[in-house]
């Protein structure tokens, strides 16, 4: 990326930075010799790169007489990266004004993959146009965001046994108090409708002990082409035990399958239903939907066009200050207490991690929703993600 990194990055202060050295050649000349990270710049129509500075050259052991002339897809230094995909980044600077970042492995000189953020943008050289592209190790980044994952992984389970364990004992409860009144019972009528009492609480205990089964066989740290609405079904259930809560589950019958980590989403799906469940201390409704989109370039979405799939979780509270829907993917935030503020977060990079996107809409009357978005089936992708 663009010489301004972190967890949280400022996008505003990003652009106008692009803007300020687009209006400047001397001061775009001192930022890209200076600039301790990897830096070239190319031919907008043939993709040749025209320059490096020192930071490349050192960083891929390399001299200017050995990278003039190629392009970034025959260099070699992108792994398994495929051309399509580095040319699919050219054409997306060409015909966008804004800055073009994607995450890939770069080879370094000592043969190490190292995960980076690259940033590629269009700019005029004396009249003439370029692409400069950066590149930022994001390795540390990623390290971060493994460990957050691993916490809110820990947060979730916390609450979703918690409340399991409340409707288990609530039913063990039961049971034990229909036995002992059906022992005690004066007919043998009487004693009959306890003892059934007794094997509906026992039935639905059965019940959701294989509910409990049926996911933890989902905790496979793998990618494998599912169906969501399944993951959706489970989670809800698991999640949502108890009288206070009404969920409402519309999944399209034709949802589009998806390569997915299914423990990741699963994550995800909990985080979402947990924190639409939490905003309604006292009971309400919960309308959870699966549909299948299509991404077009003209749709206000930063997705590439094609088909995806959106799940979208919306709570009937009292909705969220229009201050505070822009810090609810922030580590950390929250407005509840004892929470650790990672559940939002660890979602969004899941399912960046996946290619998608996840976007939250409120009021501050009508409740919240949060939404994301996966490539569908069509779109085979090869993802490396946190187990």
């Known amino acids: 990326m663009i ?118 943008f269009s700019v005029d050289i004396a009249g003439v146009e370029r692409v400069f592209t950066s590149i930022v190790d994001n390795s540390s980044n990623e390290r971060i965001e493994r460990e957050l994952l691993k916490v809110a992984k820990l947060e979730s389970a ?4 918690a409340g399991v364990a409340h409707e288990l004992s609530n039913q063990l409860t039961g049971i034990i108090t229909n036995l002992s009144l059906a022992k005690t019972a004066e007919s043998q009528s009487a004693s009959k409708e306890y003892l059934d009492k007794t094997e509906a609480a026992a039935a639905w205990s059965r019940d959701l002990t294989q509910q409990l089964l049926a996911f933890s066989e989902i905790a496979r740290p793998k990618l494998e082409y599912a169906d969501v609405g399944e993951l959706l079904r489970k989670s809800v259930s698991l999640c949502l035990q ?59 979405l930063p997705l590439k066009p094609g088909r995806y799939i959106q799940v979208s979780v919306t709570d009937l509270g009292t909705g969220i200050p229009k201050e505070t829907e822009s810090k609810i993917f922030a580590a950390f935030f929250t407005s509840k207490a004892n929470a650790s503020g990672l559940g939002l977060p660890s979602a969004k990079s899941i399912i960046e991690m996946h290619k998608g996107h996840i976007e939250v809409t409120a009021s501050t009357s009508f409740g919240t929703t949060l939404s994301f978005y996966l490539p569908a089936e069509k779109d085979r992708l090869t993802l490396e993600l946190v187990s």
């Open 158 to 161: 916390s609450l979703l046994l």
């Open 242 to 300: 108890g009288p206070l809560v009404t969920p409402k589950i519309d999944i399209a019958p034709d949802l589009w399958r998806v390569n997915i980590n299914c423990e990741q989403i699963s994550l995800v799906i909990n985080n979402l239903v947990i924190n639409a469940k939490q905003a309604m201390p006292n009971g309400g409704g919960i309308i959870i939907t699966a549909q299948n989109i299509l991404s077009e370039s003209d749709i206000d």
């Open 3 to 120: 010489a301004i990194q972190g967890t949280t990055r400022d996008m505003t202060a990003h652009k106008l930075l692009i803007n300020e050295l687009r209006n400047s050649i001397e001061l775009f000349s001192s930022f890209f010799h200076s600039n301790t990270d990897p830096c070239c710049m190319t031919d907008l129509s043939t993709g040749a790169i025209m320059y490096a500075n020192d930071s490349w050259l050192n960083n891929f052991d390399c001299s200017l007489d050995d990278v003039v002339g190629c392009t970034l897809s025959n260099l070699g230094i992108f792994g398994n990266t495929s051309q399509a995909e580095l040319a699919d980044v050219i054409n997306r600077v060409r015909s966008s004004s804004n800055p073009i970042q994607s995450n890939l492995k770069v080879l370094t000189k000592t043969g190490e993959e190292q995960l980076c953020s690259v940033t590629s």
